[in-house]
């Protein structure tokens, strides 16, 4: 099983930014899947809100995050980015990231780690 570690999570304030990290350490297949980044608010579903593909070419913003948001790989480190700029409350969630299916982003291939918390202050 591939393990993908979420980081990069912490208090910013609105307005504000910060990257998350998704590693997948020792995975040298990271670079032949998407990576989608997810969030989830308590109570709620998790939802996508970016993805890209295996190649890069393809990419995927959810509406409320388009504009503010940019996914990106390196696939030499093993490593996927979720940077977030001008960070609004609604943003706050834990955030997780998961390889995905290269023609459907909604659908994760791997089980969930544990994600990483951005709590957004005013």
């Known amino acids: 099983q591939v393990h993908l570690v979420e980081s990069g999570g912490r208090i910013v304030q609105t307005g504000g930014s910060l990257r998350l990290s998704c590693a997948a350490p020792g995975w040298p297949s990271f670079g032949d899947y998407a990576v989608g980044w997810f969030r989830q608010t308590p109570g709620e579903e998790r939802d996508l809100v970016a993805a890209l593909s295996a190649n890069g070419r393809s990419i995927y913003y959810a509406k409320s995050v388009k504009g503010r948001f940019n996914v990106s790989r390196d696939n030499v480190k093993n490593t996927a980015y979720l940077q977030m700029d001008n960070v609004k409350p609604e943003d706050a969630a834990i955030y997780y990231c998961?390889?995905?299916?290269?023609?459907?982003?909604?659908?994760?291939?791997?089980?969930w780690g544990q994600g990483t918390q951005v709590t957004v202050s005013s």
């Open positions: 998961n390889t995905v299916h290269d023609s459907d982003f909604e659908k994760s291939l791997e089980p």
